[in-house]
């Protein structure tokens, strides 16, 4: 009686296996004892897929108002930071507001306010009309040098905000909100944004 002899016993898949032969015969003897090397162990054959990388998007920014800096209504301490404006600090923030118009306008920076103000340095000195809500634009660092050019109407803004005392080393002035522009921030055309909740 002939005796049946498989097409693939285990000695010759083997010998397959470890030659790594090209041929039809090598090749399915490769897939076969992989399968059977994984599988009393549970594990899945994996494949790896092409992905395309993930577009980089930046986090949205935070839609802060001049009438969100102080607590209201006031206290018998007076103005005092609010909390909304204290936990805006370090974040990405948009600012809608107007440039104030200056006489002797500074290099590497300008003030926003809720409201129009036209400043008169020479008259007034240290008596200004700023309201106590008025933001210190700083510009970037490699724009330290330029004076930015004065724009009418409302001017939508978009940087890093700071909150806390700061006393400028050169001009003595205090300011407790600045607003850190990005390089391109003054590349794009003022908004037409409705006027924003004054905040005096």
Known sequence: ??????????????????????STRGVWAQLLMCTCLVAPFGIQPQFAVAQEPLAATAAPAIDLKFSQFVKTPIGPRGLELSEVLRAADGQRVQLVGYMVVEESPQPGRFWL?????????????????????????????????????????????????????????????VSWVRLQLPREALATEPSSARAPAHAH
């Open 1 to 22: 009686m002939r005796r049946f002899r498989a097409p693939f016993s285990l000695e010759r898949m083997w010998n397959e296996f470890v030659r790594g032969g090209r």
């Open 113 to 173: 306010t809720p409201r129009p103000v036209r400043m008169s340095e020479h008259a007034d000195g240290d008596a200004d009309d700023l309201p106590p809500s008025t933001v210190t634009v700083v510009l970037d660092p490699c724009q330290q040098q330029s004076v930015p050019a004065h724009r009418e109407g409302l001017v939508a803004l978009t940087g890093t905000l700071s909150v806390g005392r700061y006393e400028d080393p050169q001009t003595g002035r």
